[in-house]
């Protein structure tokens, strides 16, 4: 299966705008967006819909990372996928041009929490993006029991239309 995500440019940038703003003690912000899903033969397209910020005062002080996520703004997303119904994607950015890639704290921290979301949204795939300042880079689990796979392509809706691939 081939995993796209389609994003307009508009939603693309205001995240980028909320990810680059300071925060009072951590090192870089998250937030999450929300998606619909289509799927067309082999295809899976995740349509990004909205974003929301992690509020400040749901961040955790941990010198050993970025930006830690407290409870609470887990649990807000928690509530946002089940409320809506809509596939969840943890966001932050790890800034300059071209691919990024995820550090292994993300890798370790994103395993922990993103299959999490099954148990409370178990009809739509999960996942996480790190986006760059042109790219993005992201994993998708269709399943909370299964392995994360790659999101294989993205497109930024806008003019110009922009695509890039993550392999």
Known sequence: MTVHLK?????????RRDLARPHPFAHERVGFIS?????????LWILARSYRAVPDGDYLRDPSVGAMMGPDAIRKALQWAMSDGVAIFHVHTHGGCGRPRFSG????????FVPNFFQIAPQCPHGALVMSDNSAYGHIWLDGDKPCEVITGF?????????????
């Open 155 to 167: 497109v930024e809706v806008g003019s110009p239309l922009s695509t890039w691939s993550a392999v």
């Open 7 to 15: 994003m307009t440019r508009r939603l693309m940038e205001t995240i």
């Open 105 to 112: 704290i993300d890798l370790r921290e994103q395993a922990k």
């Open 35 to 43: 998606a619909g899903l289509s799927s067309a033969d082999d295809d």
